[in-house]
């Protein structure tokens, strides 16, 4: 049974309503999902999990969040990650959604097998909620 651990931070809730879609397909295919805040999260969540999924909106000039998630994700880059699978979600909403793409590089770079990522403007609509679900069940899969 595979382990999946979903870490993000939200301030309007678009970011949780994704990180719980992703859970409900991770748990479809029977994975065992460790949900948390970024706040509530440590680097053990990520190396002890079969795969991970990260969620945070675009802020400062197209960024993840600086003051938790940043941290936290600069952090992985210390530990093997050996291919590990990794799903990248998000919200924006003045900007483009670029800084999807650019975590997507960044985790590629830490040696992140990335297999997705999603990038909603504002709140995810029907449509978004089951590429989320569809996200964690990549996650789970073998």
């Known amino acids: 049974m595979k382990k999946i651990s979903i870490i993000y931070w939200s301030n309007g809730g678009n970011v949780e309503v994704l990180a719980n879609a992703i859970k409900e397909g991770a748990e479809k295919l029977g994975?065992?999902?460790?949900?948390?805040?970024?706040?509530?999260?440590?680097?053990?969540?990520?190396i002890e999990a079969d795969a991970v999924a990260l969620g945070s909106p675009s802020m400062d000039s197209n960024r993840i969040e600086?003051?938790?998630?940043?941290p936290f994700v600069k952090e992985l880059?210390?530990?093997?990650?050996?291919?590990?699978?990794?799903?990248?979600?998000?919200?924006?909403?003045?900007?483009?959604g670029e800084f999807i793409n650019e975590w997507?590089?960044?985790?590629?770079?830490?040696?992140f097998n990335v297999v997705g990522t999603l990038?909603?403007?504002?709140?995810?609509?029907d449509n978004e909620i089951k590429?989320?679900?569809?996200?964690?069940?990549?996650?789970?899969e073998n």
């Open 31 to 46: 994975a065992i999902v460790n949900i948390k805040l970024v706040s509530e999260a440590n680097i053990s969540d990520v």
């Open 66 to 70: 600086q003051k938790e998630m940043e």
């Open 77 to 96: 880059k210390l530990i093997p990650n050996d291919n590990k699978k990794v799903a990248l979600f998000g919200s924006y909403g003045w900007d483009d």
């Open 104 to 111: 997507n590089l960044r985790m590629k770079d830490y040696g």
């Open 119 to 125: 990038a909603v403007k504002e709140s995810p609509e």
């Open 131 to 140: 590429i989320a679900i569809e996200l964690g069940k990549k996650l789970a």
